[in-house]
């Protein structure tokens, strides 16, 4: 790692969000963060509407002015940038790379842009398959590399609004596929019929029963006949609470929403019960604790569970990898 610089920016560039990180190379330590709300689509619709440069000079310029919020001494000559900045509607588009990919990096699709005299721009794009694209999570992927029995065979999960479940063997990420869980999850809750039979609350041990139940309902199927019975519970509930005083609807109303996280997230994991490989599983907060609940109730084998400390650096593990690349 001699040769890398002393430190690197980088650049998570999403849908929604812009996050610049100072990072110290050797041990990923932040030194400086700055985040902001202007993603990909927000500053693309700007320019659009008034920009009369072109849309890589556009987001060029929006991405060095946000540099001199971290960087303004510039200790750093590359900045590392993926998920949705190599997009149609990011900074500059470049083409999937196609699965099978080295484990390590080595044949993900990048290029070297220069910024501004002396600061590099490695752009990373995703990956694809005949049926499935992915940007950024495969470089969380190949930053959690180390961590996995990358050599035997095996499923990494990285849950999300689109969950990817992608397999390895002999050190190569050779397919993946794409679960719409959580932005179904949130069409469902927020826009459906059951929309009014639901109320959002934070996770708390006593809805681990309902969430549970859809759980095990979910991956037994009949997924549609299932979530109907969310809105005939609410319906007798409320019924039986105009008769008894003791029944609490907003306790139903939550209990509700847990059930249908979990008919969700137990459809999204069904076919795992059928796989014999190693099974890992990334993701933090009340959605990994979710998972990890769902995993540990429905799979009869040891599950090996991502720690917090390294997914937080699994990105920037990632990125360190592309960048040895180029220096």
Known sequence: MSSLPKQFVSCDWGTSNFRLRLIDTDSLDVVKEHKTNKGVKALYQEF???????????????????????????????IVASGMASSSIGLQELSYAQMPIDAYGQNLFSKSITLEKDLSLVLVSGVKTKTDVMRG?????????????????????????????????????????????????????????????????????????????????????????SLFSIRAKDLMQNDYFERNESV????????????????????????LKEVEEHISMAANGVLGKLYRIALEEVMQKEIQFIKDEVLEKALLIGQRKVLNNYV
């Open 48 to 78: 659009s509407a008034n920009s009369t440069t072109s849309q890589s000079q556009f987001f060029s310029e929006y991405l060095t002015k946000q540099l001199k919020e971290i960087d303004e001494e510039r200790q750093s000559n590359y």
């Open 248 to 271: 609490n609807p907003q306790k139903v109303k939550i209990e509700n929403y847990y059930f249908l996280s979990g008919l969700m997230i137990g459809e999204e994991l069904t076919y």
């Open 137 to 225: 999570e495969e470089i969380q992927a190949v930053g959690l590399t180390d961590y996995l029995p990358i050599e035997s065979k095996g499923v990494l999960l990285l849950p999300g609004t689109h969950s990817k479940h992608i397999t390895y063997a002999k050190g190569i990420f050779n397919d993946f596929k794409t679960f719409m869980t959580g932005e179904i999850f949130d069409l469902i809750s927020s826009q459906s019929i059951l929309s009014v039979s639901i109320q959002r609350a934070s996770f708390d041990q006593k809805y681990k029963p309902a969430f549970v139940a859809g759980v095990k309902k979910g991956m037994e199927g009949n997924l549609s006949s």
